[in-house]
């Protein structure tokens, strides 16, 4: 059984720019979520999408955004870059009811 | 608001040796959910255990155990006879009440390194 797949898993850009990142989840799993974690902050909740609506938002300003597709596959995009948003970006799958996260291997984004 | 707290941000212990990591959270939920996951040099998230604020029982699975006392709030990990494999750090999660099925926003602890020396 596939896991959780992310890419692409390394990229760099520079302040101003924006970014897409890509989540492919487990077969069935119908919830991906969005994690970042940084050396500071740590890890943090980004958003939640099932069956393409966003239900769970963390604290993030709005030049974070994402979407779900109908084959549950999720896209999150960070427009104008801050050197701040330099991070492991962690996409995570689960099932309806099992509450159980599953994770890819993440996306690091460097902001230059 | 909730909140997880790993006071150990690193530990280090000899292979074989037993070694335990504390976790506590803060809620105002009566029904929540702890998780605790894995996240080895690679980066992956692996997922070790998922426990609901309605069962206190503790678990053992193999070499690992968890020890859930709602009366501290604490929710703590404990491997035995550790292994060099076992380094990693270790991430205490808590997730309050599911609004309609599916997952909630975990809020994770800082996490706690765990160094395995052979």
């Known amino acids: 059984k596939a896991g959780v797949t992310q890419t692409p898993r390394y990229l760099i850009k520079t302040r101003g720019q924006q970014v897409t990142l890509s989540c492919s989840p487990i077969s069935g799993h119908r919830s991906v979520s969005w994690y970042q974690q940084t050396p500071g902050q740590g890890l943090q909740f980004l958003f939640e999408?099932?069956?393409?609506?966003?239900?769970n938002k963390g604290n993030f300003p709005g030049r974070f955004s994402g979407r779900q597709f109908s084959n549950s596959r999720s896209e999150m995009n960070v427009s104008t870059l801050e050197l701040g948003d330099s991070a492991l970006y962690l996409c995570?799958?689960?099932?309806?009811?099992?509450?159980?996260?599953?994770f890819g291997e993440g996306s690091r984004l460097t902001v230059l | 608001a909730q909140k997880v707290t790993q006071a150990q941000t690193e530990i280090s212990v000899v292979e074989k040796e037993d070694v335990t990591l504390d976790c506590v959270y803060e809620?105002?939920?009566?029904?929540?959910?702890l998780f605790w996951y894995k996240q080895p040099p690679s980066g992956e998230l692996v997922f070790l255990i998922r426990r609901n604020s309605f069962d206190e029982q503790n678990e053992i699975s193999g070499r690992y155990s968890w020890n859930f006392q709602k009366s501290t709030s604490s929710f703590n990990f404990t491997i035995t006879a550790s292994q060099v494999v076992d380094s990693a750090v270790y991430f205490c999660a808590l997730s309050e009440e599911y609004s309609g099925g599916g997952a909630d926003g975990l809020t994770f602890g800082k996490g706690t390194h765990l160094i395995i020396q052979p």
């Open positions: 995570a799958s689960s099932l309806l009811s099992t509450g159980e996260l599953f």
């Open positions: 999408y099932f069956s393409e609506t966003q239900r």
């Open positions: 809620t105002r939920d009566t029904t929540y959910y």
